[in-house]
T-cell receptor
Framework: GENVEQHPSTLSVQEGDSAVIKCTYS??????FPWYKQELGKGPQLIID?????GEKKDQRIAVTLNKTAKHFSLHITETQPEDSAVYFC????????????FGTGTRLKVLA | EPEVTQTPSHQVTQMGQEVILRCVPI?????FYWYRQILGQKVEFLVS????????KSEIFDDQFSVERPDGSNFTLKIRSTKLEDSAMYFC????????????FGSGTRLTVV
């Protein structure tokens, strides 16, 4: 069935360093890949997304890359700050008419001051 | 910025009791969803709702679950007879026509079944 794998499950970086989180998806027809940030006790917040006709997208310190052939996509956060500490989820949207997302298992990012 | 509003934020219920979780999606959105997240685990799809009917549901969404959009603004998830394993965060989400943009999630309802 549809599946999204996410690595690593936890990531600790020093403030100012970069963080990279990687996801792979199983459904080659998936066409939209959002990334969500979830802070403690809150709902997931969309931080960046990428569509299947684009290879890379950047928004200030955050970038996402997509390799459709390999069916993987990655989140890159540069110049990390303590407020970047949170759980990050990748997702792949299925091509069914319901626009359902399959989420990865999450990465807990800790930025050490 | 428009928000998806969920109430209550936390609900404690006895096993076997019925619960109703409420959501007010963004007003011009057309697709509505419920997801759940068991503590420490990933976010899982429960059900999608479009044009006043369920468009897709997962294996989790069995006969104990139902959804309604009773008045054109609220979107509710009912669990008829709660089990201990229903304890989780339940998130409502919505998106607009053709889902051009990503979902907007609510802040969730933490359901604790005791």
């Amino acid at each position: 069935g549809e599946n999204v794998e996410q690595h690593p499950s936890t990531l600790s970086v020093q403030e100012g360093d970069s963080a990279v989180i990687k996801c792979t998806y199983s459904d080659s027809a998936s066409n939209y890949f959002p990334w969500y940030k979830q802070e403690l006790g809150k709902g997931p917040q969309l931080i960046i997304d990428i569509r299947s006709n684009v290879g890379e997208k950047k928004d200030q310190r955050i970038a996402v890359t997509l390799n459709k052939t390999a069916k993987h996509f990655s989140l890159h956060i540069t110049e990390t700050q303590p407020e970047d500490s949170a759980v990050y989820f990748c997702a792949a949207r299925t091509t069914s008419g319901t626009y359902k997302y399959i989420f990865g298992t999450g990465t807990r990012l800790k930025v050490l001051a | 910025e428009p928000e998806v509003t969920q109430t209550p934020s936390h609900q404690v219920t006895q096993m076997g009791q019925e619960v109703i979780l409420r959501c007010v999606p963004i007003s011009n959105h057309l697709y509505f969803y419920w997801y759940r997240q068991i503590l420490g685990q990933k976010v899982e799809f429960l059900v999608s709702f479009y044009n006043n009917e369920i468009s897709e549901k997962s294996e989790i969404f069995d006969d104990q679950f139902s959804v309604e959009r009773p008045d054109g603004s609220n979107f509710t998830l009912k669990i008829r007879s709660t089990k201990l394993e229903d304890s989780a965060m339940y998130f409502c989400a919505s998106t607009g026509a053709r889902a051009v943009y990503g979902y907007t999630f609510g802040s969730g309802t933490r359901l604790t079944v005791v």
